[in-house]
């Protein structure tokens, strides 16, 4: 279970330009699960998701996972729990230029040390698996659309994370695309990964692997839908 207690998140505190992007969030996640939340560009989405992955922290408030408050924790130790607890996938992929499809891979998990040998056949069977392998000396700005989407996922993965963090994740993929990244989250899903994912995407909240719902607006929580309750609406 993730929990948030109370979690404020306010950028350029007390300055003119002050943004309260997450106000007062009080929310369970469970485990092995997919949750989707959604809203309005500015409803505090992303921040909610980044502090949940420890890329930031709460200006107030604090967040659990598995019993443990992971907010408070000094800045090395947050660093390790998203390095192996983590994985993510950015809405522009954020691939990196100049480097190739198996470098982008394993760059997430070279801070970890380990055998290089080890890391690369690692890498290799998860593009394999995601039918990249023959891209892997590829240059990252030369892909498709859809190859740079599977890559981040490939990347996302290589240090085998238990939750997977996935922002806007259809926002530049066209509908064949869309299916494609929904099959790989449904394999995924069936590894016992949680996933979590923000969008405002109609795709993404119908797809029949997500277990609930949560909508957002002005960095608060709304409605929380499950997936039962969806589909009686839907019905």
Not at 133 to 158: F, N
Request: negative net charge.
């Amino acid at each position: 279970m993730i929990e948030l207690d109370s979690v404020c998140k306010i950028y350029n505190d007390g300055q003119p330009n002050e943004v309260r992007a997450v106000r007062d969030v009080s929310l369970k996640i469970p485990l092995d699960a997919t949750t989707v939340f959604r809203g309005p560009s500015g409803s505090g989405k992303t921040s909610l998701l980044s502090m949940i992955g420890c890329l930031s922290r709460p200006t107030s408030g604090r967040i659990h996972l598995e019993g443990e408050c992971i907010s408070g924790l000094p800045e090395k130790f947050m660093t390790d729990i998203r390095r192996q607890t983590f994985g993510f996938i950015f809405q522009r992929f954020n691939l990196l230029r100049g480097l190739s499809v198996m470098e982008n891979v394993m760059a997430p998990a070279l801070p970890l040390g380990g055998d290089h040998a080890d890391l690369w056949h690692r890498a290799m069977e998860i593009l394999h698996r995601l039918l990249l392998d023959h891209k892997a000396t590829v240059a990252s700005e030369l892909l498709s659309g859809g190859e740079a989407q599977r890559v981040a996922i490939a990347r996302a993965l290589i240090n085998d994370p238990a939750i997977i963090i996935a922002d806007e994740p259809t926002a530049n993929l066209d509908t064949a695309l869309t299916e494609e990244f929904l099959s790989v989250m449904a394999d995924l899903k069936r590894q016992g990964k949680t996933i979590l994912m923000t969008s405002h995407d109609p795709r993404i909240w119908q797809a029949g692997l997500v277990d609930r719902i949560v909508s957002m607006k002005d960095g608060a929580i709304g409605d929380v839908l499950e997936q039962s309750e969806r589909e009686s609406v839907e019905e």
